[in-house]
């Protein structure tokens, strides 16, 4: 089955017809990916990773069909991190890094503090 790429959408459409949010568009074509974490009505965090900030809140929300099974319950939720990546594979890692830290870590991470996960991951390297 051969997959076909979407298309970006040009710079002169309009934002309010299509659903994004013009803050949370990427403006660097470099910086394709998000990872982010929200924050839940009962004050745990989930991490997550996405092309579209915009919609992907509005799926948490409820107000799109597609959020995570996890938020549905803990609506609303609140977008508290958001970190913009080069690809889906650097997204992932850094989901990932995020999701291994402990509650302490991420609220560090929050606050402004050193982050405590590490500016980009190790790469990975296959024995043979």
């Known amino acids: 089955m051969k997959q076909v790429d979407r298309p970006r959408m ?3 459409v309009d934002t309010e017809s299509t659903g994004q949010s013009a803050e949370t568009s990427v403006s660097d074509p470099v910086a394709s990916w998000w990872v982010y974490l929200v924050q839940c009505v009962d004050g745990t965090l989930y991490a997550g990773i996405t092309t579209d900030l915009a919609r992907r809140l509005r799926q948490h929300n409820g107000e799109l069909v597609g959020g995570a099974r996890y938020t549905r319950p803990r609506r609303p939720v609140v977008l508290v ?3 913009a990546c080069r690809d889906r594979s650097h997204a992932g890692q850094r989901e990932a890094a995020l999701r291994k830290l402990t509650r302490t870590g991420k609220q560090a991470l929050l606050a402004g503090q050193e982050s405590p996960i590490p500016a980009s991951p ?3 390297t296959r024995k043979t």
């Open 10 to 12: 040009p710079a002169n």
């Open 81 to 83: 991190y958001r970190e």
């Open 122 to 124: 190790e790469p990975v």
